[in-house]
């Protein structure tokens, strides 16, 4: 059953019933947990995947059973409306209560919370989980698209963009972005990508400009003045290539749901996911042909972790931090990274868990199309947020439909 909103006044006034006193100290655990008890989190998350949706259920399930906190998962189409309503409520003078108690959250939105002072903490090493997360393997946990990420978002799973296609139908796929430049020209109305503003859409228009760039480093850094000079080869790729996608480049699909759709359909022939294992999970739900397999560039492909944060008026933190903290329950990691339940990537380390715990996810069987870990090769970093947003801005003045 689809959640829906409720109205922004209703959530005001409910949410200021639960305000809490006053700040939860996540070094004291126990009045946390004391805290945390009875009280209802609104976790703002994507909700365009019913397979993550079904996930963040029974995260719910557990997190009720464990502490007596209930779980509400509010369902974004885009992280930025739950930022704008927190941006909104700070200028209305609500520094309490406020409507959203935890966010799944990266790049852009991350960045400008962050830097307008809206989260809570830093509150992420300080869980009782935190030990078992792998900094020094998957530094990316601490990097937020080039931003440090210091404690004000609790890092809960790991990806990176793999390319998926079905290896009955194209035998020897393009493994770089010349080569699937090429590959596009050949096989005209066989390739596509999410719309931008959507998050893969753009995802691709970083991949594309990393694939264009002789010196890519310059992304790290925030757009200057040379943008123009930096994006021309991108809009030349693009130019060429959208009269010869998927409907002419006319329409294009709203997300990675319906991407993969067009890959199930058989309308296209590669499709992209930023969940390694998304291919193995629609195979093992009857969703997408068995012959479908995944691949990197050889390049590289673009790599990063989604957090959870708090912001720093929500009603319900003492919750929200147990949240945060029980997504990094071993079982709950070894659970996403089930090709059967999501197929995400743990941000724990193996060396650093049980011999129980290494044993769930040594149990695991990745699936048939999921790359094993040495063969993801190099994840390139996140550019600065600016340039997703810059870029995408421009994608919707030169390509978006209905101009």
Same mark, same amino acid.
């Not at 959250?105 to 962050?114: H, L, T």
């Given at each position: 059953?689809?959640?829906?909103?409720?109205?922004?006044?209703?959530?005001?006034?409910? *949410?200021?019933?639960?305000?809490?006193?006053?700040?939860?100290?996540?070094?004291?655990?126990?009045?946390?947990?004391?805290?945390?008890?009875?009280?209802?989190?609104?976790?703002?998350?994507?909700?365009?995947?019913?397979?993550?949706?079904?996930?963040?259920?029974?995260?719910?399930?557990?997190?009720?059973?464990?502490?007596?906190?209930?779980?509400?998962?509010?369902?974004?189409?885009?992280?930025?409306?739950?930022?704008?309503?927190?941006?909104?409520?700070?200028?209305?003078?609500?520094?309490? @209560?406020?409507?959203?108690?935890? %966010?799944? %959250?990266?790049?852009?939105?991350?960045?400008?919370?962050?830097?307008?002072?809206?989260?809570?903490?830093?509150?992420?090493?300080?869980?009782?989980?935190?030990?078992?997360?792998?900094?020094?393997?998957?530094?990316?946990?601490?990097?937020?698209?080039?931003?440090?990420?210091?404690?004000?978002?609790?890092?809960?799973?790991?990806?990176?963009?793999?390319?998926?296609?079905?290896?009955?139908?194209?035998?020897?796929?393009?493994?770089?972005?010349?080569?699937?430049?090429?590959?596009?020209?050949?096989?005209?109305?066989?390739?596509?990508?999410?719309?931008?503003?959507?998050?893969? @859409?753009?995802?691709?228009?970083?991949?594309?400009l990393y694939g264009?760039?002789?010196?890519?480093?310059?992304?790290?850094?925030?757009?200057?003045?040379?943008?123009?000079?930096?994006?021309?080869?991108?809009?030349?790729?693009?130019?060429?290539?959208?009269?010869?996608?998927?409907?002419?480049?006319?329409?294009?699909?709203?997300?990675?749901?319906?991407?993969?759709?067009?890959?199930?359909?058989?309308?296209?022939?590669?499709?992209?996911?930023?969940?390694?294992?998304?291919?193995?999970?629609?195979?093992?739900?009857?969703?997408?042909?068995?012959?479908?397999?995944?691949?990197?560039?050889?390049?590289?492909?673009?790599?990063?972790?989604?957090?959870?944060? %708090?912001?720093?008026?929500?009603?319900?933190?003492?919750?929200?931090?147990?949240?945060?903290?029980?997504?990094?329950?071993?079982?709950?990691?070894a659970r996403a990274?089930?090709?059967?339940?999501?197929?995400?990537?743990?941000?724990?380390?193996? *060396?650093?868990?049980?011999?129980?715990?290494?044993?769930?996810?040594?149990?695991?069987?990745?699936?048939?199309?999921?790359?094993?870990?040495?063969?993801?090769?190099?994840?390139?970093?996140?550019? *600065?947020?600016?340039?997703?947003?810059?870029?995408?801005?421009?994608?919707a003045m030169r390509?978006?439909?209905?101009?």
């Amino acid at each position: 059953m689809r959640l829906r909103y409720l109205p922004f006044a209703f959530c005001l006034a409910f *949410h200021g019933l639960a305000a809490s006193a006053q700040t939860p100290d996540p070094s004291d655990w126990d009045s946390v947990l004391e805290e945390a008890r009875g009280q209802t989190v609104f976790w703002h998350a994507w909700g365009g995947d019913p397979r993550i949706n079904a996930f963040i259920a029974s995260v719910g399930a557990d997190l009720q059973a464990r502490y007596g906190v209930s779980l509400e998962h509010v369902r974004l189409a885009d992280t930025a409306d739950a930022v704008t309503r927190v941006i909104s409520e700070r200028q209305a003078g609500r520094d309490h @209560g406020g409507a959203v108690d935890a %966010i799944w %959250i990266n790049g852009a939105n991350f960045a400008s919370m962050k830097e307008q002072g809206l989260l809570f903490g830093p509150f992420a090493e300080s869980l009782p989980s935190w030990p078992l997360v792998d900094t020094e393997a998957n530094p990316a946990v601490l990097i937020d698209f080039t931003l440090p990420v210091e404690g004000f978002g609790s890092p809960w799973a790991m990806f990176q963009m793999v390319f998926e296609y079905d290896s009955a139908v194209l035998a020897d796929p393009p493994r770089s972005l010349d080569a699937l430049r090429a590959w596009i020209a050949e096989n005209p109305g066989r390739f596509t990508y999410p719309q931008p503003p959507d998050f893969l @859409g753009t995802s691709f228009l970083k991949q594309a400009l990393y694939g264009v760039l002789d010196d890519p480093s310059v992304l790290l850094e925030p757009v200057g003045e040379d943008y123009d000079a930096v994006t021309a080869p991108l809009w030349a790729f693009l130019d060429e290539i959208t009269p010869k996608l998927w409907r002419q480049g006319r329409a294009y699909p709203a997300n990675e749901p319906a991407l993969g759709q067009l890959l199930a359909d058989g309308e296209i022939d590669i499709a992209f996911a930023f969940n390694p294992g998304r291919a193995s999970a629609a195979i093992a739900d009857g969703e997408l042909q068995d012959s479908v397999r995944t691949l990197v560039f050889d390049e590289g492909t673009l790599a990063n972790s989604s957090y959870l944060s %708090i912001p720093y008026n929500a009603a319900n933190t003492a919750g929200a931090l147990v949240l945060a903290n029980l997504i990094l329950d071993p079982e709950i990691q070894a659970r996403a990274q089930d090709p059967d339940v999501l197929g995400f990537q743990t941000v724990l380390g193996m *060396h650093l868990l049980e011999e129980g715990d290494r044993a769930r996810f040594n149990a695991l069987e990745l699936g048939i199309a999921t790359l094993a870990p040495d063969e993801l090769g190099s994840g390139l970093l996140e550019p *600065h947020p600016s340039w997703m947003t810059r870029i995408a801005e421009d994608w919707a003045m030169r390509y978006g439909v209905g101009q």
